[in-house]
């Protein structure tokens, strides 16, 4: 048995998430809670339920979501699909992926209905595959989203994302630790905005073996 804790901070609130995973053969069962499940005693607000099976299905009875994936041969190329059906959102989407190489991917992103597509193109650079490069493509908006990660000895890694359509601006700091958990601080803020405030989050995570 797993259990993540997970703590996220802002300015003017704070929230505490917590998952319980166990392992049934090939299944995995999974509960999570949010701090509204203890805050006036225990309660059903905030609880989830979910049944995965890694590489073939999700079953999130909470959202009342069905995720289910595949993959598929193509010219001496795996392609990972992924079929997405959450019915609390009325969204339904298809996912697929190919890397061509251990440096280059690309992946497309399509929800049925509102025709949203984008398409990610992302690229290792170096030995120890440490840079990152990200552009994406949003055919509805005709706009880019751009990320970069660059990734350092000992766990850490920076990252910075830019919107074009939004004009926000992120940045990320990460720190891995298989013996403390993780740590991440981002802040974000927008350009078009004539008062630039930033927005700062901190988030920790906490694995547990039980």
């Known amino acids: 048995m797993k259990a993540t804790v997970k703590g996220r901070y802002e300015v003017d609130k704070s929230s505490v998430f917590a998952i319980v995973a166990v392992n049934a053969g090939d299944l995995k069962l999974k509960a999570s809670m949010t701090d509204a499940t203890f805050v006036h005693g225990p309660s059903l607000n ?3 339920l979910s049944v995965e099976k890694p590489g073939s299905f999700i079953i999130d009875y909470n959202d009342v979501r069905f995720q289910f994936m595949n993959s598929a041969g193509v010219f001496d190329k795996t392609v990972n699909l992924t079929y997405t059906h959450a ?3 009325n969204r339904v989407g298809i ?15 399509y929800a049925l209905g509102s025709g949203n597509c984008k398409v990610k193109y992302v690229y290792t650079h170096g030995v120890l595959r440490r840079t990152v490069l990200e552009p994406c493509y949003d055919v509805s908006k005709n706009s880019w989203d751009f990320a970069v990660t660059r990734k350092f000895e000992g766990g850490d890694s920076l990252r910075a994302t830019y919107q074009t ?7 990320e700091w990460n720190r891995e630790s298989k013996l403390n958990g993780s740590f991440k601080i981002s ?7 004539q008062k630039k405030v930033p927005k700062i989050i901190a988030e920790s995570t906490w694995n547990y073996e039980m």
């Open 95 to 109: 996912d697929g992926s190919v890397a061509f190489d251990p440096a280059n991917k690309v992946s497309v992103s």
């Open 87 to 89: 019915r609390a959102d």
């Open 165 to 171: 359509s939004s004009k926000n601006l992120g940045l």
């Open 46 to 48: 905030g609880l989830g």
């Open 187 to 193: 802040t974000s803020f927008n350009l078009a905005e």
